[in-house]
């Protein structure tokens, strides 16, 4: 009888719902399927740095599938980062541990950042697979990263609610949405929200144009506007997105303007049915590659399929909105403002 496979999980990078739900579907696999021993990793690479484990049992498992964050804990270690003229001996400090702990595969679950260490840890001869994860949903490789369904409803419920207020005090509101670098969570929450400007990072905007935008709303009667921001958008540093456009529509426009910015409820709580299924899917199929001996890769999904593609492939890189996306055209269509 060959021994079981010992593997272990952890979660890396910022944390976001279907986290728990995606340890369980690997957990809950491996035990279930393949009989194999799984361990969790605290922390992210730092729990591989400081062999901090924890067992993980079917009954540990049980009831975390609807849990928001991860019972794993999470941090923004980054091991290869170089460290001033020091010499890194952080991933030989992981090599070694990986081999102390008696690892077959390490599952690593997280955003762009942590499948780029996942592919150098893959370099150095680790077995590893990658799952991602996060709100942002700009890994490339994959059409969705779970995460991304839940920030979403949180987003579009929070639009929803501004209209009333808007509505009320014949305002126009700002809301900052996350994605630093991408702008899917403004774009799709904008447009499920019947945002009326929608800012992203990849579409250059100009502030003049977007004023110019309100106040013909306004002049042709429209009690309020809605005006949807990624966090990310070209700005000033000292201040958030929210803050700064806010300022210039008030200036600019002349009518009362407020801002909320949502920051990390976009994060919290429990997943949704879609994340839940997504992330579960995404455990499964990880732990079927490592059944089959198939290492170096990142679970993806390409239109319902899941599949993998080399972790080499990935590499960290960014899936940003294209400029041909068919939720801009359609927006421009609907005679949204995206900025110019
Ligand atoms: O990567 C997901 C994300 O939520 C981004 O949208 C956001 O800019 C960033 O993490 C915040 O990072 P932290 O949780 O480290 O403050």
């Avoid at 126009?172 to 774009?187: D, N, R, S, T």
């Avoid at 579409?203 to 042709?220: G, P, T």
């Avoid at 990310?232 to 529509?249: F, H, L, M, R, V």
């Avoid at 001996?293 to 590499?315: C, H, N, Y």
Wanted: hydrophobic share 40%.
């Amino acid at each position: 009888m060959a021994k079981p496979k010992r593997i272990g999980i952890l979660t890396a990078g910022g944390d976001c719902p279907g986290l728990n739900a995606a340890i369980r579907g690997v957990g809950k696999t491996a035990i279930v399927k393949y009989g194999m021993e799984v361990v969790g990793i605290s922390s992210g690479y730092l729990g591989l740095l400081e062999n901090d484990y924890m067992p993980l049992t079917e009954s540990s498992l049980s009831g975390i599938l609807t849990l928001g964050g991860t019972i794993l804990g999470t941090s923004r270690e980054k091991p290869f980062k170089k460290t001033h003229n020091l010499v890194n001996k952080k991933p030989d400090l992981i090599k070694e541990n990986y081999k102390t702990a008696g690892f077959d595969c390490v599952v690593c679950i997280g955003g762009n950042g942590t499948m780029k260490t996942a592919e150098q840890l893959a370099e150095k001869g680790l077995n590893v697979i990658g799952l991602p994860k996060t709100i942002d949903n700009d890994v490339w490789g994959t059409n969705q990263t779970f995460g991304f369904d839940s920030a979403l409803h949180i987003a579009t419920d929070a639009i929803d609610r501004l209209h009333s207020t808007a509505n009320s005090h014949k305002r126009i509101m700002v809301i900052e949405v996350m994605g630093h670098h991408a702008g899917w969570l403004a774009l799709y929450s904008g447009m499920a929200g019947g945002g009326d400007v929608i800012l992203i990072p990849e579409l250059e905007y100009d502030i003049q144009a977007v004023n110019k935008y309100l106040k013909k709303r306004a002049k042709s009667g429209k009690p309020y506007s809605i005006v949807v921001v990624a966090e990310g958008i070209n700005k000033p540093k000292d201040i958030s997105a929210a803050t700064y456009i806010a300022q210039e529509i008030e200036k600019g426009v002349g009518i009362e303007t407020r801002n909320t910015i949502l920051g990390y409820i976009q994060r919290g709580g429990s997943p949704t049915p879609l994340d839940r299924l997504l992330a579960s899917s995404y455990g499964a199929y990880a732990v079927d590659l490592i059944a089959q001996e198939k290492f170096g890769q990142m679970v993806m999904r390409e239109g319902d399929t899941i599949g993998a593609i080399p972790l080499s492939e990935v590499g960290g890189k960014l899936r940003l909105v294209p400029p041909d996306h068919h939720l801009l055209e359609k927006a421009r269509g609907l005679g949204v403002c995206l900025g110019k």
